[in-house]
């Protein structure tokens, strides 16, 4: 006994038949037009051109003419219309496979995402979590060993104050490497990518770095949930004097060579995606403001090798497509 078939299963071969050609029946209402149209002329010519004559030499076959042209006439005419409803019904068949094909797509990059984004935003809540106690265990320790102790005073008041309990922990943290700082913005690689993951622990006790890494994970995650990963991107890379002009102020066309984002399905989603959701669009702004801050205080001191680095990573890529469906660019 065959076990039941599960739901989807059921419904494939009904979402499958668009793909399969019908069988087209042997005789159709064309063809029995046809025949009928060749009775009756056959019919009128026998009655009225060959019963009443003798019909002799060329007489002959000028009456043969006269009966079998016409149905020969109308059977040609019968053929082109079976063929023009043979095409009219391959193209719609095409149609509706093409958008069988297109809405199958859709929901396998919706899944992908979908099954994606769990996994990724449970990594960068790890993360934050494991960034969090770190800062936190550094602004006890500090506190710690910078309280005065306490001196008795005769009129029983103490006038010494403590030096440094409101210090913060990216105030007594060493300013971030070039390098560190752009491989924080490029994120971790994998699991296990510790180098990556020390980066990024370091970047997030900076604050300004921190806001932007927090930025850069808000839009990063939410360009996922379209199916659009910044690996899967190849932009055309500028040269280290536009990063510098846009660092400047210079806007639109003179530093359009930032907006090297050429995949049309990412422009166009990320596009929808901007006008639709106010949330997508609000944090993608947030996330444009914070490049622009920080390639500002960032140019000055970057060399240009440093500057191409930083157009290679995540968070580089996200600011050129962003960039380039917000505008910025034009």
Do not use: C
């Amino acid at each position: 006994m065959s076990e039941p078939t599960p739901e989807h299963e059921t419904e494939r071969p009904t979402s499958l038949g668009v793909y399969d050609k019908p069988s087209e029946p042997s005789i159709t209402s064309i063809e029995i037009a046809a025949v009928v149209l060749s009775v009756i002329w056959l019919v009128i010519a026998v009655l009225f051109l060959v019963l009443p004559d003798n019909i002799q030499g060329g007489g002959f076959v000028i009456t043969l003419l006269a009966v079998f042209l016409p149905v020969a006439m109308i059977w040609v005419a019968a053929m082109a219309m079976r063929a023009s409803r043979i095409m009219r019904e391959e193209s719609e068949r095409l149609q509706t496979a093409i958008d069988a094909l297109r809405q199958a797509y859709v929901g396998q990059q919706q899944r992908a995402a979908i099954s994606h984004e769990p996994a990724v935003t449970k990594k960068l809540d790890e993360i934050a979590e494991t960034a969090k106690k770190t800062e936190n265990a550094l602004a006890t320790f500090s506190t710690k060993r910078t309280e005065p102790v306490p001196v008795a005073e005769p009129n029983g008041a103490s006038d010494q104050t403590s030096l440094e309990l409101g210090t913060q922990a990216e105030d007594i943290s060493p300013p971030l490497s070039t390098d560190i700082f752009i491989r924080a913005l490029n994120f971790p690689e994998t699991q296990e990518d510790t180098e990556g993951f020390n980066a990024l622990r370091l970047a997030l006790k900076d604050r300004k770095t921190a806001q932007l890494v927090q930025a850069s994970q808000d839009v990063l995650t939410l360009l996922s949930q379209e199916g659009i990963y910044m690996d899967d991107l190849r932009p055309d890379m500028a040269r280290p004097e536009i990063w510098r002009q846009f660092a400047q102020g210079a806007r639109g066309r003179s530093v359009a060579a930032l907006g090297g984002i050429r995949d049309r399905s990412s422009l166009a989603l990320t596009a929808a995606r901007m006008k639709q959701d106010p949330i997508f669009r609000d944090a993608a702004h947030h996330f444009l403001r914070r490049f622009d801050h920080m390639i500002v205080a960032f140019e000055p001191e970057a060399s240009d090798a440093d500057l191409t680095s930083l157009g290679e990573t995540r968070t580089a890529r996200a600011f050129m497509l962003l960039g380039r469906v917000a505008g910025t660019f034009d």
